[in-house]
């Protein structure tokens, strides 16, 4: 097997390896078709069997119960802010939203095109590090919704366990940590998640909504943005993103062969924790985290001496662990370790941060 260097990039991120292989293995000639899945028509009996399998796959993932629709939708998961509102206000006309990062900011701001929005709690002052006690929040119990990003992917700030939000709706944008545990579905009304963090390439995003709250679209709702028409149609209503979601149901067999969710989750709170203890064990290095909300996925840093930023970056380059950059809104240095960075990776991170502080600390 090639080695490749390890890439903390958080999006588009890392794909298993063997996930890449046998695609490549399958590159021309799918299974004795004579044919690619890219040049494969989605409506014929190869492309179904395809769906059917990456559909069925995520189900027995996540133990979606029956009453969910799974949709492959395109438009990443920046188009689910505005679906989001358009579909699932359900009549109503305001929606909750919880502020913890840049991801729900640019929620929020779609969200004000269709409802009046109303904030549950603002991390905006503590510099989104933490959330503030629940005995806080201003939940609104007319709202159609209360919408929350489970994981802000640029901030490094993730909420472990779902809000307690009582019998309103609850939305999450799972974008950056779909798949890295077991999750509960039941306590969603919706999920969404863009591929490119945890699932597979870019140009696929999964929506799982509870069937009674389609139906409800805003009547202005584009036919392409409308959840029932998707769901009805099997998220065929066009041409769907066909080998993205191909790529997608290789990563759900992969999951599946890792031991599923119980087995990733373990892994990842394990990867986080070893970079953890090493950033915390060290005065060269910094994560400003609230240690309840520290993120398994992405683990944002900086360095004392912020000029030594960009020989890190170049040394840790020279070294094989690629994009260690953090977000251009925030910069500072950022790991995100997916389901596919294996521990290896994080280990070899860790010890080049070790050596990068005797050797310049
Ligand atoms: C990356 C990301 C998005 C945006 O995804 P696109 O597919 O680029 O639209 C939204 N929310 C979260 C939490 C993300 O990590």
């Given amino acids: 097997m ?63 119960p029956t009453n969910y629709r799974v949709m492959f939708l395109q438009g990443g998961a920046s188009s689910q802010f505005s679906m989001i509102p358009l579909n699932l206000l359900c009549g109503k006309t305001q929606a909750d939203y919880f502020n913890t990062g840049i991801w729900s900011q640019k929620a929020i701001a779609e969200a004000k095109r ?32 209360v919408h929350y990003a489970a994981n ?43 591929a490119q963090k ?17 139906g409800q679209a805003l009547p202005f709702t584009p036919t392409m943005f409308n959840y029932k028409v998707m769901a009805d149609e099997n998220s065929m209503y066009n041409t769907p993103p066909t080998y993205t979601w191909y790529l997608a ?43 309840r909300y520290r993120s398994w996925m992405n683990i944002p840093f900086t360095l004392a001496d912020e000029a030594l930023e960009k020989p890190f970056l170049a040394a840790a380059k020279q070294a094989g662990l690629l994009a260690l950059a953090g977000h251009r809104t925030v910069g500072g240095l950022r790991a995100s370790i997916y389901n596919a960075m294996p521990e290896a990776g994080v280990c070899a991170l860790i010890s080049f941060m070790q050596a990068f502080e005797k050797s310049h600390g």
């Fill in 2 to 64: 090639m080695s490749r260097p390890y890439n903390f990039s958080a999006g588009p991120a890392m794909i298993p390896m063997a996930v890449l292989e046998q695609a490549q293995a399958e590159l021309l000639d799918w299974r004795g078709t004579g044919m690619s899945v890219m040049e494969m028509s989605h409506r014929g009996k190869e492309f179904t069997q395809i769906a059917e399998e990456a559909d069925a796959d995520l189900r027995e993932l996540l133990a979606i």
């Fill in 114 to 145: 269709y409802c009046s929005v109303n904030i549950v709690t603002d991390s905006t002052a503590n510099k989104f590090t933490t959330i503030a006690d629940p005995t806080t929040w201003l939940l609104n119990p007319d709202a159609a919704y």
């Fill in 198 to 214: 945890n699932i597979g390439p870019a140009g696929l995003t999964v929506v799982i909504v509870r069937e009674d709250l389609l």
């Fill in 249 to 291: 149901g290789l990563v759900f067999k992969w999951l599946k062969e890792q031991g599923g969710l119980v087995a990733m989750g373990k892994q990842n709170q394990h990867k986080s924790q070893l970079l953890y203890q090493a950033i915390d064990g060290s005065d060269f290095y910094n994560n400003a985290i609230d240690h």
């Fill in 152 to 194: 802000e992917t640029i901030n490094g700030l993730e909420m472990h366990t779902p809000p307690d939000v009582g019998n309103v709706p609850l939305i999450t944008d799972m974008s950056s940590t779909i798949l890295s545990r077991p999750i509960d579905v039941s306590r969603f009304a919706a999920i969404y998640a863009g």
